[in-house]
Structures are given as C-alpha cells and as structure tokens.
C-alpha cells in the first residue's frame, strides 16, 4: 500500500514539474527560488560574512571580481553580507508561511464547519484584527516586547497579525463546500466528521492552501524587512532592511557622490524585489496544477 502512495505521489510530482516547466514564468519563478534556498542555507558556508573585518581603504568600492557586488562602508564584502542576511529573510519568510496558514486554515474550517456561536465568536475575533491595520499592529508588538527575537518568534508575531482575512476567506470556502451534496452523501453513510474535514473538505482546499503560503511568505519579507529598516528588530546588520537604513543614512550624511554606496542601496532593494517576483510568479504556475480545468498531463 505505501509503494502504491509512493508511486502516486512520484507520479503527480512529475506531473506538477511538467506543468511548471510549460509554464515559463513559473518555472523561472521555481529556478529563482530555489536559488534563493541555496544561498541562505548553503552559501554561508561557500562565502562566510566577516562581522568583525574592517578596511577603511575598500569601503564602498564597486564591484570587482573580488567584490563582484561591492563592499560596505566598512570595507566589507556587500556579497557575503547578502548571503549572510538571506538566512533568516527565507527562514522567516517560509515559517510565517506556515504558521500562517495552519493558524488561518484551522480558525476558518472550525468557525465554516461547526457555525453558531462558535462561528460568530471566532468571525468577531476575525474583524477585530482586521479593524486595526496589521503592520502597525506589528510595530507595535515588536517596540513593546523590546528584546532580541528569534526567526521563529518573528514569524509567530507576522502570523498573529496577520490571519484574519485569510480565515474569514477559508471560512467562506468551507461553506460553500459544507453544502455540497458529497458533504451530504459523506453525512449519510455515517463517515466520521474527521474523515468528512479532511478528506472531504480540506482535499479540496489544498490548492488554495498551498497558494495562501505563499502569498503570506511575500507579505512576510515585507514586514520583516520594513522592521529591520525602522530599528524595531534585534540589530541584525546583514538584515536587508538594516543593509537599506544603513545604505540610505551613509548617502545622505557623507558620500552623496559615491556610486559605491548607491549599489550598496540598490542590492538589498533588488534581491527584495527579486524574492518576491520569484514567489508571485510560481504563484501564477500553481493554479494550473491544482486547477482541473487548466490541468492537461502531457
């Protein structure tokens, strides 16, 4: 039985990498952000980041083969502090998405599913996050917790405040689904309610499931690195959002005619955009495999 699952699962994987590759800019997207993986947990180690290293004499150098992108207003390598600070950009980014998710898709199924005063009890909760606007919510949180915060804790706080729309939106699906007639056929042959939740109704939420992560991985760079640049996280100075402050605040006080600090500026902002395009266009190949409609093996 397990080989047959296997077998299964290898063929819908083959299938899934098939549709990718049909569709270009997914499969662009897939190839940059698996990129990206690579450089936050293997490039440490091929180009470590030398805190403590300081050259006066190199600092704000353009790009060499050296350099190939600069160096800071310390003399160091802008490129190992990019690899350096991608660790914990991807490490939040991928737990937000998960903890978003699991938080938004186990809120939405219980309030769709049970109803009543459970329903109205978890939908006020809902609208009271989403009255007050998330990211000062966020700066808020961050300045009063005050202390230094870990990748993980930092994806929690992301989470927290930003589950409501995707919870009320699961709630809806859930009872369009509720009302089906398998849902009605399931119910009348007596299947239990955790078959009838997840292997009714949440197989057929796993395409939005899986497009939800990712929409909350995008916003969650954004958030973090937005707490970096306004000093709200731990002092991070391979952070992108630090890199940029940094960047920003060294241009306007000293060298304002240096190009060297304008490509110290446009790196982080460009690796930001890059992350995100990369997210969003996968984004645009994962509705043809999950969509049966737009789904024809080849």
Known sequence: MFKDRAKGWLRELKITFKILRRNRAAFVGLIIFIGFLFMAYVGPYIRPYNEIYYNFEERFVLPSLEHPLGTDYRGRDTLAQ?????TNIITVALLTGLFSTFLSFSIGMV???????VDRALMFLADVFLVIPSFPLLLLIAAVVGRTLSPLEIAGLISIVGWAGLARAVRSQVLSIKSSD?????????LSTSHIVFREILSNLTPYLFMSMITSMVGAIYSQTGLAYLGLLPLETTNWGFVIN????????????????LLYFFVPVSLIVLLQSSLVMLLSGLEEVFNPRLRTEA
Request: hydrophobic share 40%.
């Open 82 to 86: 990019m690899i350096d600070g991608s």
């Open 182 to 190: 398998f849902i009605e056929a399931a119910r009348c042959l007596g």
């Open 246 to 261: 940094t960047a920003m605040y060294t241009y306007q006080a000293f060298f304002s005619q240096n190009l060297g600090v």
């Open 111 to 117: 309030s769709g599913y049970l109803g009543g005063k």
